[in-house]
């Protein structure tokens, strides 16, 4: 599985824009660039993934490298909630594919008030 | 309204002592994953089931083991749990085969070993 390689802390102020950055430089084709978060004393949930087109949701924004070998995900104004551990994961999509996520170290995020 | 649930959500269980953990899903879901989750660590997939086919993960112990009765349930065996053994296990689900690919996480059991 390609690796994906995060900062391992950020801080941001609170109501304030957050980029949070991601190299996957090994990145395969059929790699879907996926984010996943865990908030403190919970189970992991998704944020938003993409190929090679950036994308929006109601949780964030997912911008991609023309060359796909980095992306960022964007956190338009942090929240207190949004304090948590930001995984990027890179997934393949095939019809073989199980699924399953690899996760590294992810990134530490802390919204200060 | 929860999805993936698991059971209990805090075991405290013997050295050696057999542990069994369970989850459920009301998602229909054909995948279903575990992981553990040590302190400060990310989550590590174990193995996983695509619906009755189990997959392990290659450095996953044999002290490990898991059951898929049905598309719902999914247990996770402890055979000989060790200090070591001491952690957060996490399962999710997943529809594989049909976008848009997301996994669902339980809460999680956190499970101690004395």
């Known amino acids: 599985d390609a690796k994906t390689t995060q900062p391992n802390s950020m801080e941001s102020n609170e109501e304030e824009p957050v980029h949070l950055p991601c190299n996957h430089s090994?990145?395969?084709?059929?790699?879907?660039i996926h984010w996943y978060r865990q908030l403190p004393s919970q189970g992991p949930e998704y944020v938003i993934h993409g190929l090679t087109s950036n994308v929006n949701n109601r949780m964030a924004s997912l911008a991609i490298a023309e060359d796909r070998k980095s992306s960022t995900l964007i956190l338009h104004r942090a929240t207190l909630r949004d304090a948590a551990v930001y995984y990027c994961?890179?997934?393949?999509?095939?019809?073989?594919?199980?699924?399953?996520?690899?996760f590294g170290q992810g990134t530490t995020l802390q919204v200060k008030p | 309204d929860a999805m993936v649930i698991q059971n209990p959500r805090y075991q405290v269980t013997q050295f050696g002592k057999p542990v069994t953990l369970s989850c459920s899903q009301t998602?229909?879901?054909?995948?279903m994953y575990w992981y553990q989750q040590k302190s400060s660590q990310a989550p590590k997939l174990l193995f996983h089931y695509y619906d009755k086919d189990f997959n392990n993960e290659a450095d996953t112990p044999d002290n490990f083991q898991s059951r898929r009765p049905n598309t719902s349930f999914c247990f996770l065996d402890i055979r000989s749990p060790g200090l070591g053994d001491a952690a957060m296990y996490l399962c999710?689900?997943?529809?594989?085969?049909?976008?848009?690919?997301?996994?669902?996480f339980g809460p999680g059991t956190r499970l101690t070993v004395t």
């Open positions: 999710a689900t997943s529809r594989v085969g049909q976008g848009p690919f997301e996994q669902y």
């Open positions: 090994t990145i395969s084709g059929t790699d879907y």
């Open positions: 998602l229909n879901h054909n995948v």
């Open positions: 994961i890179l997934r393949g999509h095939g019809s073989s594919n199980t699924g399953k996520l690899i």
